[in-house]
């Protein structure tokens, strides 16, 4: 059976009057084109809901996916608990409607990108726990992109940067912490399995997503989308020239937090990477340390072949 045939409505949600739908949602990682793939997304939008489906993305997600792991303490906090175990799940199930499935993107549902960079990936689940209580009672399929390491270390420094001032100290740790014990992303997906045991599990890499983004949309939705325009390459998130870092490294640390991510913005925005001016990806990291990730990925890629399907493989 095809990954295309698993992703079909489940027969409860076929067979039942109140049609209780399927959920299919990506849950990330960050740095592993999820801007693009969000936008392809919502583009096939119409070619979704004319098969009885419904999309939603961070309009509806991100703010429920960040209050998940929010922390408060006395009646405030029992209030909040309570919102996330009722009201929230209630209002992400009202905005879906009446529909035999949804598909859903929203990486924050994980973490967020520092997070990339502890002893695991994403040390704090809670975001998953809040797509549990949504499904109740349906079929909930989870889907991890993931990326090479080297890379999307880097591309997360460059990222972290735009607010952190200590994004470099921290960067170091992460990439030392991976080399060493991080259990990476064969980790993140058992973690995942122990969280929703109930989940069925997928994953697809940002090099065979590179390869052919529509393949790996037709696989999540279920929808041919060969049709659609191709969805042009997030600039806004894209990592700069390696000459950005000094002028970064220059900013005063004191700086407001809006004002320092403008700042880093137009920066960004005056050292692009290109072909005279290189990515910085491929030039932090020593030879030898660069050579030992791009191994550990491919042993890793190999264990969750063995484990979960893939989309965008063939």
């Given at each position: ?130 797509l549990r209580r949504t499904a109740r009672g349906a079929r909930l399929d989870l889907f991890v992109s993931i990326r090479r390491y080297d890379t999307l270390l880097t591309s ?155 989309l965008g493989a063939a």
């Amino acid at each position: 059976m095809s990954d295309v045939a698993k992703l079909q409505p489940s027969a409860a949600s076929r067979g039942s009057a109140r049609l209780v739908p399927d959920w299919r949602v990506h849950v990330g990682a960050h740095k592993t084109a999820t801007t693009h793939f969000q936008r392809l997304l919502a583009d096939a939008g119409p070619l979704v809901t004319d098969r009885g489906g419904a999309v939603l993305l961070e309009e509806t997600l991100r703010g429920p996916a960040r209050s998940a792991r929010r922390d408060r303490s006395g009646l405030e906090g029992l209030r909040h608990r309570l919102r996330l175990r009722l009201r929230t799940p209630a209002r992400l199930r009202a905005a879906a409607g009446d529909c035999r499935f949804v598909v859903a993107s929203e990486e924050d549902i994980l973490g967020y990108v520092p997070h990339l960079l502890q002893s695991d990936f994403y040390p704090d689940l809670r975001g998953i726990d809040l797509l549990r209580r949504t499904a109740r009672g349906a079929r909930l399929d989870l889907f991890v992109s993931i990326r090479r390491y080297d890379t999307l270390l880097t591309s997360a420094l460059f990222e972290m940067l735009k607010a952190l001032p200590d994004a470099r100290a921290r960067w170091e740790e992460g990439v030392a912490g991976l080399l060493a014990e991080c259990s990476g992303w064969p980790g993140l997906m058992a973690r995942l399995e122990r969280r929703a045991p109930e989940a069925r599990l997928h994953f697809w890499s940002l090099e065979s997503y590179s390869r052919d983004p529509a393949a790996v949309l037709n696989e999540f939705i279920g929808v041919d989308v060969s049709d659609l325009p191709p969805a042009p390459p997030p600039s806004r998130t894209r990592a700069p020239a390696l000459s950005a870092l000094d002028e970064v490294a220059a900013l005063d640390p004191s700086l407001p937090s809006a004002e320092r991510m403008e700042r880093v913005r137009a920066i960004y925005k005056r050292h692009p990477a290109g072909p005279e001016a290189p990515s910085a990806v491929s030039a932090l990291l020593a030879p030898a340390d660069a050579t030992a990730l791009a191994d550990r990925y491919a042993e890793d890629v190999a264990v969750l072949r063995a484990r979960y399907p893939e989309l965008g493989a063939a």
